[in-house]
């Protein structure tokens, strides 16, 4: 093989390998983050609006003590760590932006890598989030929860 077939040879398989390589990388990009989409048991309840520029998310029945509610539509998790107390978070989990699905005995779990948050804080508890779910801001009026 003359000089100039091995180059073009080696030209071809490394146009192939960059090829390649780009294919792999948009692959795991789109593997990296979950926008809720997927079917899941997050509960919806769909918000009726009242002209104060809030939005009912659910009543506070809706919202099981030591538990919560994901509102997928908005992005928002509701939780009762105490009887009466009601705390709001993005449901996006810090890690990867994964939507967080599961509520119960205290704990938010994000599907995706295990996360999991303090109901009452949104401090992450476990897994490889390392920040809390940032607040979000409800009024509770009557039995009322209202996004902010």
């Known amino acids: 093989m003359s000089a100039t077939q091995e180059r073009r040879l080696l030209g071809r398989r490394t146009v192939v390998a960059a090829v ?16 809720g989409s997927e079917g899941s048991d997050t509960v919806e309840q769909p918000g ?3 002209g104060k520029g809030t939005e009912v998310l659910a009543s506070t029945t809706d919202i ?3 538990g919560g509610v994901v509102f997928a539509a908005q992005k928002v998790v509701v939780t009762q760590p105490q009887p009466g107390e009601f705390k709001s978070f993005s449901s996006v989990c810090t890690h990867q932006g994964c939507a967080v699905k599961d509520v ?3 704990t938010i779990t994000c599907p995706c890598h295990n996360s999991t948050f303090d109901a009452a804080t949104g ?12 607040a979000r801001e ?3 009026e009557g039995d009322s929860i209202r996004l902010a």
Request: proline share 12%; net charge negative.
């Open 20 to 35: 390649g390589a780009a294919g792999a990388a948009g692959a795991l990009t789109a593997c990296g983050g979950s926008d």
């Open 104 to 106: 119960s005995d205290g």
């Open 138 to 140: 409800i009024t509770v």
């Open 48 to 50: 009726s609006g009242d």
């Open 64 to 66: 099981p003590e030591g």
């Open 123 to 134: 401090s992450p508890t476990g897994g490889p989030a390392t920040r809390p779910l940032p």
